[in-house]
């Protein structure tokens, strides 16, 4: 599944790449997409082996992050946001865990996006996303995000209004096409302005979804991850599953691109979405820093000062 970088020790196969990216005006083509792939063709081993292979890559993107975080940290000239959107039990919280192990705390921040607070309701849908991005140097992931918007908001509309008739009065058909439009263009500003985006879809199956469920209602130690919005959401898995193909078909662009990404074998997944965050930061090409001359006499001046103590 890896090959050599060009900036970066190991990275993914581009073509492997590009079979995960939806690419700009295509349709996420989500039921065509097989939720338990394990990409194994492209490590050219079977199935038996492949986990301990897909750990072994999950490993040496760790280790890759950790020198990207630094890199990232030390140019100070961009951002790197991942918004990582999915059903529930689909494994967000552990694919944050895994593959950002081995980045520098201080580099890195995770934002959940819940249901909004009363001051969040009270403004417009980005704004509590802009108010947590990365700032320059920093790795920022969005668990869920702004997309909520037009996932939960469009299967549960009355959510839009907030009990109140909407500011804008305009047909509800309306309201998700101007919602992917303003997504584009706030995707596209902070593009501009030095942050890169990566949005990653983590694709689970209905059957998968059950068994996670199940493990958690089976196991005591799980039992807290299981709540009852997970059996009622559920429910509307059918209309969460064309709000998210609609919002994947309208929203992935050249500058903010989406991956779907496989996610019945959390193995395979973690592996995968540790590959893109590579890739994403190794194609800033960043360099580290080089001093001017000037910065260099003053680093001999204070290596003079230092000695003569
Ligand atoms: P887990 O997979 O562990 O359950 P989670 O991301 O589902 O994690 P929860 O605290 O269970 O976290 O759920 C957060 C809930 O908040 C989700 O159901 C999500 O749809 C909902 N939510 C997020 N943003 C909004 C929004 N803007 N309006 C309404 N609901 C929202
Ligand atoms: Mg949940």
């Known amino acids: 599944m890896v090959c050599p970088g060009e900036g970066v020790g190991v990275k993914l196969h581009r073509g492997l790449l590009d079979e995960l990216i939806v690419g700009p005006g295509?349709?996420?083509?989500?039921d065509g997409r097989d939720t338990g792939s394990t990409m194994t063709r492209w490590k050219g081993s079977d199935e038996s082996t492949y986990k301990h292979v897909a750990e072994e890559d999950l490993a040496s993107f760790v280790a890759e992050l950790s020198n990207a975080q630094r890199l990232l940290w030390a140019d100070d000239t961009h951002a790197l946001l991942v918004v990582l959107q999915a059903m529930d039990a689909a494994g967000k919280d552990g694919t944050i865990r895994h593959v950002m192990s081995g980045v520098n705390p201080q580099?890195?921040?995770?934002?959940?996006?819940?249901?909004?607070?009363?001051?969040?309701l009270g403004h417009d849908f980005l704004w509590r996303a802009s108010s947590r991005l990365p700032g320059?140097?920093?790795?920022?992931?969005f668990n869920r995000s702004y997309y909520e918007e037009v996932l939960v908001a469009r299967v549960h509309p009355e959510l839009l209004g907030r009990g109140k008739p909407?500011?804008?009065?305009?047909?509800?058909?309306y309201v998700w096409r101007d919602r992917y439009e303003d997504i584009n263009d706030f995707e596209r500003h902070l593009q501009r302005n030095g942050t890169r985006i990566v949005k990653i879809f983590?694709?689970?199956?209905?059957?998968?979804?059950?068994?996670?469920?199940?493990e958690r209602?089976?196991?005591?130690?799980?039992n807290w991850k299981f709540s009852n919005a997970d059996i009622t959401e559920r429910r509307r898995w059918d209309d969460y599953a064309t709000a998210y193909e609609e919002a994947i078909t309208a929203t992935s662009t050249a500058w903010a691109p989406w991956y779907v990404v496989p996610a019945d074998h959390k193995y395979a997944l973690r592996a995968l979405v540790g590959g893109i965050i590579v890739d994403a930061i190794d194609a800033m090409d960043l360099t580290p820093p080089v001093l001017s001359p000037s910065e260099h006499d003053a680093l001999e001046r204070a290596r003079s000062e230092l000695l003569a103590e």
């Open 26 to 30: 295509e349709p996420a083509g989500l």
């Open 107 to 120: 580099g890195c921040t995770v934002e959940a996006f819940g249901q909004p607070s009363g001051e969040e």
């Open 136 to 141: 320059r140097g920093m790795i920022g992931i």
């Open 166 to 173: 909407l500011a804008v009065d305009v047909p509800s058909s």
């Open 202 to 214: 983590l694709h689970v199956s209905k059957e998968e979804q059950k068994r996670r469920f199940l």
């Open 217 to 222: 209602l089976d196991d005591p130690g799980k």
